[in-house]
């Protein structure tokens, strides 16, 4: 059972940065793909971006691209979300999630067989 743990979330001022953790364990981390969605409150969640097996293709949701950037440490069972250019409309919780099958959709929540309980991240304006 792949077990997902998400770190990194916090308070940060509109233009900061914050970096996310997802740790990973209980699979082995060079299959899986990884990706992160988020969700605030009244809202539905939402894909933000991932990154597959091989590291290889990465894939943002429109309204990060430039902003945000997906990676993964092989030697640490890790992705990583960098956060750059906050916006308070970035306020949501974060999530990552991880599948080892090789499927499509990936900007899907339904593609991932894996989730992690989620990280609080919060933009003041």
């Known amino acids: 059972q792949v077990q997902l743990v998400e770190s990194g979330g916090g308070l940060v001022q509109a233009g900061g940065s914050l970096r996310l953790s997802c740790a990973t364990s209980?699979?082995?981390?060079?299959?899986?793909?990884v990706g992160w969605f988020r969700q605030s409150p009244g809202r539905e969640r939402e894909f933000v971006a991932y990154v597959t097996f091989s590291g290889q293709t990465t894939s943002y949701a429109d309204f990060v691209k430039g902003r945000f950037s997906i990676s993964r440490d092989n030697a640490k069972n890790t992705v990583f979300l960098q956060m750059n250019s906050l916006e308070a409309e970035d306020t949501a919780v974060y999530s990552c999630a991880a599948s080892s099958a090789r499927r499509g959709g990936r900007e899907y929540p339904t593609s991932y067989d894996y989730w992690g309980q989620g990280t609080q991240v919060t933009v003041s304006s």
């Open positions: 209980g699979g082995t981390f060079t299959e899986l793909t």
